[in-house]
């Protein structure tokens, strides 16, 4: 199974792709689109909907996971997230995929065993879990691998408190 995990910004969004088998995960892309804070809000959207589209096209992940946002203080900030948000979740509808949606402490929690866990907690687990040296992606990316293994994790756990399709 492949999964996106999408750590959505309006400046930097990151990005995670995963394969589970078994039990296992790998890396399979990481990274993050960036836009330059002076372009046009317009632009930056469009940036950050191009580089999913071309993801989509070239891996064809099984679904995606998000997180979903922090409410902070700043009113300006939760607008332009969710902004970048929109365009993300228009461009996996086009694209057919399923999104799942995490908060940002379900997705340290999975991934750290402590919904409170620092950024830099999360980054190691996430390398731990990876096999990935420290450092190898921006810390957009490494939030995003987070979310995809947090999915991963929703995911096994489904299969196993799912009723059994047995004799009725």
């Known amino acids: 199974m492949l999964i996106l995990g ?5 400046l930097h969004t990151g990005y995670g792709l995963i ?16 836009a330059p804070a002076k372009m046009a809000v317009a632009d930056r ?18 679904f995606a ?6 409410h902070g203080v700043n009113s300006r900030s939760v607008i332009v997230l969710a902004e970048a948000r929109g365009a993300l979740l228009l461009t996996l509808a086009r694209a057919g995929l399923r999104v799942e949606e995490y908060s940002p402490a ?6 750290s065993g402590n919904g409170r866990a620092e950024k830099a907690q999360v980054a190691r687990m996430v390398g731990l879990l990876l096999g990935l040296a420290p450092g190898a992606f921006p810390v957009d990316a490494t939030d995003a691998l987070a979310v995809a293994l947090c999915s991963s994790q ?9 009723p059994s399709a047995g004799p009725k």
């Not at 989509?56 to 099984?62: E, H, I, N, T, V």
């Not at 929703?154 to 799912?162: C, F, H, N, V």
């Open 106 to 111: 379900e997705v340290k929690s999975a991934v």
């Open 154 to 162: 929703r995911q096994s756990l489904r299969r196993l408190t799912e």
């Open 19 to 34: 394969a589970c088998r078994s039990g296992s995960a790998r890396t399979i892309a990481a990274g993050r689109w960036s």
């Open 45 to 62: 959207l469009r940036i950050l909907a191009d580089g999913l589209d071309d993801l989509l096209q070239s891996a064809r992940p099984d």
């Open 65 to 70: 996971a998000m997180e979903k946002p922090f």
């Open 6 to 10: 999408l750590d959505p910004g309006s």
